[in-house]
């Protein structure tokens, strides 16, 4: 019996898992792109009791990105609320003399703060937190909120 060359033994191999093969490929670049993402990225993810820190000790401003609606059914106390849209179109003005301060950015579930995120480290603003399950997860720690009247 002829004995195949490791070259010849991969080869083989390819030929007969085809797909296979492909989804391992496709799985390393995946893992690989998230971690060259997770490295780039221009905040940091933090927890509520993370975030109870950086409101109590640094003077961190929250930056609430929900609808209308959901701002004034509920909020985290001194939250400021201003649309996604409005800060990935550089419209930072509400926040701009908040530029050195921490900035604590939350969403519905911690999953679109980030993009907000990125986008307003481009303006100059370098001390951003995103809300790790945002306002879902606050509420679910019973952490306190408000309401607005109006």
């Known amino acids: 019996m002829e004995q195949l060359t490791f070259a010849q033994q991969l080869q083989q191999f390819f030929a007969n898992h085809t797909i296979m093969v492909f989804a391992w490929i496709a799985l390393f670049v995946a893992v690989i792109f998230s971690f060259?993402?997770?490295a780039t990225r221009k905040y940091t993810i933090v927890d509520?009791?993370?975030?109870?820190?950086?409101?109590n000790k640094e003077e961190a401003v929250v930056i609430d990105l929900r609808s209308d609606e959901e701002f004034r059914a509920s909020h985290i106390i001194d939250s400021i609320h201003v649309l996604p849209s409005e800060l990935k179109a550089g419209k930072t003005h509400q926040i701009d003399k908040y530029k050195d301060r921490?900035?604590?950015l939350v969403d519905i579930n911690g999953f679109t703060s980030g993009g907000v995120a990125?986008?307003?480290?481009?303006q100059g603003f370098s001390k951003l937190y995103v809300l790790k399950e945002g306002i879902a997860g606050w509420?679910?720690?019973s952490l306190p909120?408000?309401?607005k009247h109006k």
Do not use: E, S
């Open 36 to 38: 060259y993402k997770n």
């Open 48 to 55: 509520n009791a993370q975030a109870t820190q950086l409101i």
């Open 102 to 104: 921490p900035m604590i």
């Open 118 to 122: 990125d986008a307003i480290a481009k």
């Open 139 to 141: 509420r679910a720690a």
């Open 145 to 147: 909120t408000v309401k």
